[in-house]
């Protein structure tokens, strides 16, 4: 599963524009929903604030945290609830989420390299073959193999 830091991916990509927050984060969601439909991975994206407590798509579980707490706790917290290294590839640039994620041993993707895989997989295809064919195996699935 594809642990994301959901504001720190979003700030990573965020330019300048006269659209809100919640448009993009919407926006953000929506591609992420795509890109989990099109890999076959189960995402969680956590936020802290601004919206429902949990949100659910197909394969994407949206999490808002509550006031009192962080993205970051609730992100490390289940990083600290499993011992399976394979569990979690997470998404994030956050120093401290980082630090954490490399001392148990789980995979950890820059936020902004994670938006050009994303990117990669949600571009038409450029020529007839299967999309799977043309990427190969991503990180992750050559990790767990």
Known sequence: MLL??????????KAPN??????????????L????????????????????????????EIIYVADGSTADDVIVAALEDTADRTAYRVVTSDRAIRTAAE???????????????????????????????QQGISSFEADAW
């Open 18 to 31: 006269s659209r809100t927050l919640e448009e993009d984060r919407a926006e953000l969601i929506e591609s």
């Open 103 to 133: 001392k148990r041993r789980f995979t950890v993707v820059e936020s902004r390299a994670f938006w050009k895989e994303v990117q990669a997989w949600l571009a038409p295809p450029k020529t007839g073959e299967p999309r799977g064919k």
């Open 33 to 60: 929903t795509r890109f989990a439909e099109a890999t076959n991975q189960a995402l969680r994206i956590v936020f802290d604030k601004g919206g429902p407590r949990r949100d659910r798509r197909t394969r994407v």
């Open 4 to 13: 994301i830091d959901g504001y720190n991916l979003l700030f990573a990509l």
